[in-house]
Structures are given as C-alpha cells and as structure tokens.
C-alpha cells in the first residue's frame, strides 16, 4: 500500500486508495459466482487431473470427456449439467483426492465382473450349472460364494465329473455345494487333481484319468514269485 501510484508517483497507493473510498460502491450482499470451466480428461483410471491434483470420479466415466468448474474452495466435475463429483479444492502438488463412495463402486462393479467371468467359465465346463446357480438364486443363497466354491471344484475334479454331479443335483432338487462336493468324492471316477500349476488347454486341464484294476499287477507278481520259488 506504500508503493508508489503509477497515475501520480508523488502519491502512494495508500494516498489515492482513502481518496477515492468514499466514492467507491459498496459490494453486493449476495454473492456471485466465480468460477471457472475447464475441460479435463478421464484416462484409463477414474480420475481427473486438475492443477497437478488428481479427483475421482465414477467408474462410468473412464476414458471420456468432462468439464472441471472451480471456483476457491471446491471443484465440480460435470457431465452437462449433472455434477458427477464435488470435492474440496487441493492446492498442494500430486495429491490425490478420493471419494469413499466412488472407490466402493468401483470395488463392486470388478467383483460383479469377476464373478460374471466365473460364471461364463463354469457355463462352458458344466452346462448344467446355469439351471443349478438360478435355482441357488431363487432360494436366496450368496451366487458370488456359490460360483466361487464351483470354481474350485472345477479346478479340482474336472469338467465332466462336476457336469454330472451339479446335473444330479438339478434332477434331485438338491442346490447345495455340500450336495455336489459329496456327489464328486462318492464317485471313484473323480480323482482330485494334485495342486499345482493346471496346463490353459482345457483338452488337457480337463482329461479324466479312470484308475484300472490292479489284480492284474498282482497276478504277474505272484506268478513270478512261483517261478522264483521253483529255480534252484
């Protein structure tokens, strides 16, 4: 306020400033808006960046164009007219600010994804498992557990043992995973495989290797004791 007046440099700022208030306007009592518009960009996360500072936004909104209204306080990201996220306004550098409920939806929607991608998996190995998981459905039991104990029974016994046995289950009425687990441990045919690392070529992952007999194995065995007893 001290400086010089750049209209008369005989006078300082403080000067011409208690000059001219009495003459100056008061300001409004309401307030007016002062924002500003600013497209941004929501990339392959769902995120916007504005003044070195990252907002989220809904899930939705990944990959697509946005308007940034910011005024001192809070940004708003727009779609139009509708405000898709309202956060406070960061003025640091990198931060990132999040909204709970943005977070949680997106959490939601790639466990719906992932339990879509079981679901289509299990379709194709068991097509019997469409009627089973309807009907798990209608009783009001958790699909996202059902199709994930399904799953690794799948890994576990393989693709046609699980069809007959979830196929069983349809016909008797029983849509319960305990139902089908005990099915796949009764029948002999389905062997456990071993843990490990399962071969991505289903011809191969999903092979049934039905045990034979073994009489015959101790019959060379005792046949060829006789003959050791007989020698000199």
């Known amino acids: 306020m001290d400086r010089r007046w750049p209209e008369e440099q005989t006078r300082t700022v403080r ?3 208690a000059e001219e208030q ?3 306007l008061p300001l409004p009592d ?3 808006p002062c924002e500003t518009h600013v497209p941004v960009q929501v990339g392959k996360t769902p995120y916007v960046r504005f003044d070195l ?3 989220s936004v809904p899930h939705r909104y990944v ?3 946005l308007i940034a209204v910011t005024g001192i306080d809070r940004i708003r990201i727009v779609d139009g007219v509708n405000v898709v996220a309202d956060h406070p306004r960061s003025y640091d550098r990198g931060a990132r600010v999040e909204d709970p409920r943005h977070e949680s939806a997106l959490l939601e929607h790639k466990a719906a994804a992932k339990q879509h991608r079981g679901t289509d998996r299990l379709v194709v190995a068991a097509p019997s498992t469409g009627t089973f998981l309807i009907r798990v459905a209608e009783r009001g039991h958790n699909l996202g557990t059902a199709v994930a104990q399904l799953l690794r029974l799948l890994d576990e016994y393989g693709a046609c043992p699980l069809e007959q046995a979830i196929a069983e289950c349809v016909q008797r009425d029983v ?3 305990p139902a089908v687990r005990q099915l796949l441990q009764q029948d002999r045919h389905a062997v456990p495989r071993l843990p490990g690392a399962q071969p ?3 011809r191969l992952r999903d092979i049934v290797v039905r045990p034979h007999a073994l009489a015959d194995y101790d019959l060379l065995t005792g046949t060829d004791q006789e003959n050791d007893d007989d020698e000199p």
């Open 200 to 202: 991505q070529d289903p």
């Open 22 to 24: 009495p003459r100056l």
């Open 15 to 17: 000067e011409a400033f």
């Open 53 to 55: 500072n990252d907002y």
């Open 175 to 177: 849509v319960h995973i």
């Open 63 to 65: 990959e697509s164009e």
């Open 30 to 32: 309401a307030s007016f």
